[in-house]
């Protein structure tokens, strides 16, 4: 089964859009990621990332 969920600084897997959101699952915007750059640092701690539609 595949990872759908990044957390900052972790590797970019494929050129997408990415949507972030905080700990409790508040979105928090999305954002463009090329492949082999790493997921930016949020404002939150326990934020995390997941492919956009």
């Not at 972790?10 to 997408?16: N, R, Y």
């Amino acid at each position: 089964m595949a990872k759908n969920r990044w957390t900052p600084g972790e590797q970019v897997p494929k050129s997408a859009t990415y949507v972030a959101y905080d700990e409790n699952g508040r979105n928090g915007g999305s954002l463009y990621l090329e492949k082999g750059k790493r997921f930016p640092a949020t404002q939150h701690s326990g934020s995390y990332y997941t492919l956009g539609e």
